[in-house]
């Protein structure tokens, strides 16, 4: 199997068990046990950038000024 399909896999897993609430999660015949949400999205994102599925966002901020009369 090759290394994308994998963390395909293990994306899959980690998606469902934060949907559910578990903080244990099995995949490629191995079982994790995550300290929390937080820990799980962290894993999540590493097996996105892993894959090449995370999309990058740009935010753009404008900033307003004003001077007022006085």
């Known amino acids: 199997m090759p290394a ?5 896999a293990e994306l899959t897993q980690l998606r469902a068990g934060l ?3 578990m903080v244990t999660v ?4 191995r ?8 820990e799980i999205e962290k894993a999540i994102r590493y ?5 090449g599925t995370r999309k ?3 935010t753009r901020v ?9």
């Open 56 to 58: 990058t966002r740009r």
């Open 4 to 8: 994308e399909d994998q963390y395909v």
């Open 26 to 29: 099995e995949s490629n015949g």
């Open 62 to 70: 404008r900033l307003a000024s004003y001077e007022g009369r006085r």
């Open 19 to 21: 949907g559910s609430g």
């Open 31 to 38: 079982r994790v046990t995550y300290r929390g949400v937080g």
């Open 47 to 51: 097996f996105e950038l892993l894959s």
